[in-house]
């Protein structure tokens, strides 16, 4: 294949700004798709991403294209990346397999706090950014004020702007010109020494471990022997392909072009991502730079609702940790919850997709505890603790020094509503930072905020303050000194590690005192008091009890003799004791997500 006629680009923008809307019209025009298949957020494939209207997952798609231009046939490999900042590192995997991007931005929305950073991730990748300015074709449509905003991050010297609606098609043709005379086709060399990354991978039960790849030099072609650079381990081709968008055989791919590989890879641990394929005959000296590992922000555990779905769970979560490089997990005990794993995310909605799709395509039920940050302990003794999870957190009198997970926030508001945010971010702790005016209307606020404020349901008293027009992203931005405390909550005298929750020592009464209320009106009543427990160290803060439900044992009593009646009150009191000293208390999913409420 000459590679001047490739062009490997994504799509990035802020969630809503019409990427996957934007990708359909282009398989249009490069006639991927019959008419009769076709349908709306095409590449979106799995049924989460088309009900919630989000994309997850990015995907590759190879397109020809013949340009009117010059008449010749283009390769064009399209990745569709997701908006949504907990998947920021889907679009960073997906970037290293591109030359350039499509800088999509809503013309009534403007620039907005996911568009600076995935701008951000491909300027420090040294990508060709061509800007596009969707849904022209609204009333409300301002595309200059959109442009003076992406000229405010491109600089002046940037490429030329393409008008489009993506949801009419105007302007699509246009744009796809514009990728073949702007975006440069790769680089790379037909080397003897093969070089492809792996940005993907998938499981295939009857032909493994499927990695998808970029090849940077030489050829892959069926029949082959390469070798994983990391493990050293060597593996027989049978097939390679390309993404058409379903997986379609082809002898064999070069430098520049994107594919699959199948090679009979039984292990999942076989295929990293970022890893770097070569020739088992002609090793390469060198791997592909890859990815900087991920390291997860927000952790919490995972337990099946039935102990025999434990190794159902553990290969759940080996499944989707193939193709989802930010998800990590351990091993964890809980003595109110049995076995399970404990998980690590990039955020909330990371959490709650991953939860959903382990229901849904594995078929394992569980119970997940409230999510927390890391924090790190230095103890009296000296040892400095990384603390993954609250249980692990140091009783008060051993603490020397915490610290708490740090992030800088940026927040795109209406300037209307700006008021209100920046009262919701006093309110969590955050110290203000900047204030810019993206124009008259729109203002860029930047505020640090602990972590563990953001997980307290921070993302939905947004929209509400703002009426749902305030847009956020964030950044890790180190750790800082804090007075932290853990608080236990009790429930019968046990103590329930999954409810447990790490809080500045100034608002654990508040918010221990708030939680067991909370939990009150969610655990359901039993045939005896269930005592609320709310503690620090060995202190008891906070108390509720759940009055127990009493059987009417006088319901056949017709009349007769008033020490008749006392008798079976009296029967049922001594019951009762005997229940409350071997009863167990189930705890509903719905108390552990209480733990992330707050009422600020």
Known sequence: MDRSKIRNFGIIAHIDHGKSTLADRILEICRVVPKEKMKEQFLDRMDLERERGITIKAKAVRMEYFSPRDGEKYILNLIDTPGHADFSYEVSR??????????VVDASQGVEAQTLAHARLAISQGLVILPVINKI??????PERAMREVEAILGEDHLPFTLVSAKLGTGVEELIEKIVQFIPPPQGEDSPF??????DSIYDSYRGVIPFIRVKEGKIKKGM??????TRKSFSVSEVGVFTPERTEVDSLGPGEVGYVVANINQLEDSQVGDT???SSHPSPSPIPGYRKIKPLVFCSFYPVSYEDHSKLKEALERLQLNDAALSFEADFSEALGFGFRCGFLGLLHMD????????EFGVEVVATAPHAVYHVLTKKGEVLEVRSPKDFPPPSEIEEAEEPYVEMSITVPAEYLGGVMDLCQSRRGIFKDMIYLSEKFVLLKYDLPLAEILLDFYDRLKAVSRGYASLDYEFAGYRPANLVRVDILVNREKVDGLSFISPEENAYYRGRELISRLKELIPRQLFTISLQAAVGGKIIAREDIPALRKDVLQKCYG???TRKRKLLEKQ?????RMKAVGKVKIPQEAFLAVMKSEK
């Open 94 to 103: 997906s970037l290293a397999a591109c030359e350039g991007v499509l800088l």
């Open 137 to 142: 074709d609204l009333s409300s449509a301002d």
């Open 194 to 199: 093969l070089q492809a990354l792996i940005f």
């Open 225 to 230: 022997e390469i070798m994983m650079f990391s």
């Open 277 to 279: 394929i070569t020739s």
């Open 353 to 360: 997709i991953t939860q959903e799709r382990m229901e849904r």
């Open 560 to 562: 007769g003799d008033i």
């Open 573 to 577: 009191k001594e019951g009762k004791k």
